[in-house]
């Protein structure tokens, strides 16, 4: 299992989501946000975006000139997939390959390509919980591609998933989340929506790689993205005002960085 240390964060991504619409059904603040990311995650369908949606959000994300991911979530438009589903290995398998499958190849007729996926909702939180349910995801993922990058809750089911599938991975942070000591969300607790608590916790996370926990002290956390959700009221403002502080670089850049490959 990786040691974390204390160490200054150089390089990191800025995700956001797009096609969160679905026929009636519309997200009037999502475009708000993509000026100021390096990485978008279009719906692909199952919990919301409608084709035109999806097909807008692409060619927004190749306008900004920024990465394109899948958001993967499970059939339930009524619920924006957040309730719970238990599905068998099979039933995963399907639901991810046909919702990343039918994104790479709409996004080929823009020219463009996949790199990651992200789950949504219920699914993001069984995935951060359930090792077994997690590494059903990941599997699925590296059947449509072994060069897409699961995006996961920062923490060892994410990372012990990268290792056991061998898929590379992208550990996801939340400004606005609560963590436990161990470094695992805290979803039972509400979302905090102060931009000025936020930017001291991104402030402390860049520099030390630490971020405060719900006993009130720090844990040391490994964090290649950072997740800005459209859900909360002051949005906009947050990643901006992060833009400020660090400029966001794709996950694939990053690791470029890491390998040497760019000075």
């Known amino acids: 299992m990786q040691t974390l240390e204390r160490k200054k964060i150089e390089n990191i991504d800025f995700n956001v989501d797009l096609a969160q619409s679905f026929g009636v059904y519309k ?23 409608d084709p035109l949606t999806i097909r807008n959000a692409l060619l927004a994300a190749k306008e900004k000139n920024v990465v394109v991911g899948a958001h993967i979530g499970f059939h339930d438009i009524q ?12 039933e995963i398998e399907a639901l991810v390959v046909y ?8 996004a080929k007729t823009y020219n463009l390509e996949i790199e990651h996926v992200r789950p949504h909702g219920a699914m993001y939180q069984q995935a951060a919980e359930d090792f077994n349910f997690a590494c059903a995801i990941a599997g ?11 995006y996961g809750a920062a923490g060892e089911v994410t990372q012990k998933v990268g290792e056991y599938v061998n898929i590379p ?3 996801e942070v939340h400004l606005e989340k609560n963590y436990n000591v ?15 608590g936020s930017m001291n916790r991104l402030k402390n996370l860049l520099a030390t790689s630490q971020i405060d926990n719900v006993a009130g002290g720090q844990t040391i956390i490994e964090a290649d993205t950072i997740h800005f959700s459209n859900k909360i009221a ?7 005002q992060a833009r400020e502080l660090i400029l966001p670089v794709p996950v694939n850049y990053k690791n470029a960085c890491k390998s040497g490959w760019v000075d």
Not at 31 to 38: G, N, V
Request: net charge negative; with cysteine; proline share 0%.
């Open 27 to 49: 997200n009037s603040t999502e475009y708000s946000l993509l000026d100021y990311a390096s990485s978008v995650n279009i719906s692909c369908g199952f919990h919301a975006g």
């Open 79 to 90: 619920g924006f997939g957040y309730r719970q589903m238990e599905l068998s290995d099979d």
């Open 99 to 106: 919702q990343v499958g039918a994104l790479m190849s709409f």
């Open 140 to 150: 699925a993922i590296k059947k449509c591609s072994q060069w897409l990058v699961y």
């Open 169 to 171: 991975v992208a550990q």
């Open 182 to 196: 161990d470094g695992t969300i805290d979803f039972s607790r509400k979302d905090a929506e102060n931009i000025f």
């Open 234 to 240: 002051n949005a906009a403002a947050l990643i901006k």
